[in-house]
């Protein structure tokens, strides 16, 4: 009797779950089963891809071996409406604008910035004067550097918050 009761529960459970809208409160973003596939919880959805914004601090490495764990990479942007849908992300759960690790990197060649997804790394972000490889060490992209809220590479064994990005 035991078992029945709860293959009933497990049924209307999954019923239920197939009925329910889908919403994600931080974004107002709002989707449904006709968009395609939806994000994992606490993935925010935009356009084809999901993001997740990591508070913890790492190094660079650390955070796109952490992103992998997710079935991600750190966040490749691809345009300033992408860009401000990320920040705006960042500040609904974080009150603020904090430097985050995204996936830009030009350690391969110091002339050539790359995504680590392996998407294409045709739009940009820098701030003024930027990338300038200070100390000549400087392979890794953050986001929201300066009063403009702009990218800076920087150091990749500096600690930062970072943002995942991955497909449905």
Known sequence: MLTVSLLVCAMMALATAGDADVTSSKTNDTFSYADGPSCPASWNKHNDRCFLYVPRTLDWADAEKNCQSLKGNLASVHSVEEYQFIQRMITQQ??????AWVGGTNCQKKTLWF????????????????????GG??????????????????QCSDQLA???AKNP
């Open 94 to 99: 974080t009150q603020g604008n904090p430097m």
């Open 115 to 134: 995504w680590s997804d392996g998407r294409p790394f045709s739009f940009t972000f820098w701030c003024a004067g930027e990338p300038n490889n200070q």
């Open 137 to 154: 060490n400087q392979g890794c992209l953050r986001m929201n550097y300066g009063e403009h809220n702009c990218w800076d590479d920087i």
């Open 162 to 164: 970072s943002v995942c």
